[in-house]
């Protein structure tokens, strides 16, 4: 992961969206948990830049607001899956990164796509990281908005 205040909000981001579909708690309410200390924390596990808040929210409540739309583009470009099957950590993962994908157009997709996968690797060992490659890739050729 690029050591950025971007790549350590995606990572953040990622896990309040995660929370969220857990707990059905709102954003707000998971945010306060993630204090400064919190912050720190996070930023000795995974050494990276230290997270930019307004970003955070941007990527939560983006893929949150957009949410029947990403998931309909994600279930389009799943391969012999159903987004309700997959393990939810890998759909929070799915949702934020297609978000950024399709809506914020002045981020490179290279940087999207190598950012969401190390974000995968950081939590998974298996083949997580090369499905959200193969998404990513479909959705950012299928995708007209």
Not at 62 to 86: F, V, Y
Not at 112 to 136: C, H, M, Q, R, T
Request: aromatic fraction near 10%; hydrophobic fraction near 40%.
């Amino acid at each position: 992961m690029g050591n950025s205040s971007k790549s350590s909000s995606r990572l953040f981001a990622v896990q309040i969206l995660y929370e969220m579909e857990l707990n059905g708690k709102s954003f707000e309410v998971i945010q306060k948990r993630f204090s400064d200390d919190s912050f720190v924390e996070l930023e000795k596990i995974n050494n990276q830049g230290k997270p930019n808040k307004s970003y955070i929210e941007k990527l939560v409540k983006g893929a949150s607001k957009n949410q029947k739309k990403i998931d309909e583009l994600i279930n389009k470009n799943l391969k012999n899956w159903k987004l309700s099957r997959i393990e939810s950590l890998v759909r929070a993962i799915l949702r934020i990164s297609v978000y950024e994908l399709i809506y914020e157009e002045n981020i490179p997709k290279k940087v999207i796509f190598n950012e969401y996968i190390e974000i995968a690797k950081f939590f998974f060992d298996g083949d997580e990281p090369s499905l959200i490659n193969a998404v990513l890739d479909a959705v950012s050729k299928n995708a007209i908005k």
